[in-house]
């Protein structure tokens, strides 16, 4: 398709899908990571000021 | 909502929740206009089919210097206003910098092996931008290595201003200096080179690749400030076990 150059360029459009895909899914890791901790935390009953805030309100 | 309200990061995080599924969504559509056009684009007479490679390679390096542009506004963000979002936006977009950089090389390289014969050249302008890519790997290694938050916040945004001295060295290498690499094509004085058979499937993957960015950068954003969430809840934790 590509001619006699096409295992660099495939080579080059896969490297990048590859990078690209690895940040997203990284990205969508860490943050599901991090909500999970923050929820086992408050769970314990540890919670940040402006949410004890929030719910010593009247 | 005005736009010191975004200095609040439990409002930006609103606004982000908002924002990412669109940008998403833009994203994906854009990109998969500019693969159709770039994939369909004619070879060239010179190049013939590797001239696809242009498509991937001149958006990432694009962004490997927009991207350190972004921290150094984040790094006066720190140091001169002491922004709360400053530091978390530089964090946040190291990674992505080195992955583009990172990938502007390879493609770079891998372009170079057919129209120059060889993978790589300590050339000005491969070898400044060899340089931005260690300096962001310094820089994540930097924020990893100093414990205290405020000190590692500070000392990034130093290093992030003196590093911003590459952009200019890499945009005019070509024209400094007597490079293997090709001299500017789109951003230079009297128009583009291209015709627009490339220019316009470029343009098209060059917007795609920056709302890539865009998107990442803010869902990235939003992971570090609950990183930093979790860690102050743990330091409670661990004061209140000590009382």
Redesign the interface.
């Known amino acids: 398709m590509f001619g006699p150059y096409a295992s660099f360029i495939v080579g080059s459009y896969a490297v990048v899908a590859g990078v690209i895909g690895a940040l997203i899914v990284w990205i969508a890791w860490d943050h599901r990571r991090q909500n999970a901790t923050l929820r086992e935390l408050e769970a314990s009953g540890v919670t940040r000021r402006s949410a004890r805030g929030k719910t010593a309100a009247p | 909502m005005a736009v010191i309200d975004l200095a609040n990061p ?1 409002r930006f995080l609103k606004l982000v929740e908002r924002l990412l599924p669109w940008l998403a969504l833009a994203t994906a559509v854009t990109l998969a206009i500019g693969l159709q056009q770039a994939l369909s684009a004619p ?1 060239d007479y010179q190049q ?3 001239v ?2 242009m498509f ?2 001149v958006p ?1 390096a694009w962004l490997s210097m927009f991207v350190w542009g972004v921290m150094s506004l984040s790094a006066l963000g720190t140091l001169v206003w002491r922004h709360p979002l400053a530091d978390v936006s530089a964090q946040a977009a190291a ?2 910098g080195a ?1 583009f950089t ?2 502007a090389l ?2 770079g390289s ?2 170079g ?2 129209m120059w014969g060889t993978y790589w050249e300590w050339d000005a302008r491969m070898t400044s931008v060899l340089v931005l890519f260690v300096m962001y790997l310094g820089l994540i290694a930097l924020w990893r290595s100093v414990e205290d938050p405020s000190r590692a916040a500070r000392a990034a945004a130093v290093l992030t201003l003196v590093g911003a001295i590459n952009l200019p060295i890499i945009k005019f290498s070509v024209d400094w200096w007597n490079t293997l690499h090709q001299p500017a094509s789109v951003l230079r004085a009297g128009g583009p080179a291209l015709d627009n058979a490339f220019l316009i499937p470029l343009l098209i993957m060059g917007v795609a690749f920056s709302l ?1 960015f865009v998107t ?1 950068h803010l ?2 954003m ?2 570090e400030i ?2 930093r ?2 860690r ?3 330091m ?2 661990a004061a ?1 076990g000590a009382a």
């Open positions: 439990t070879d013939g089919a590797t696809k490679i991937i390679h990432n990674p992505l992955a990172f990938l390879v493609t891998l372009w092996r057919p890539l990442l869902a990235a939003r992971n609950l990183r969430r979790v102050s809840l743990r409670m934790q209140q």
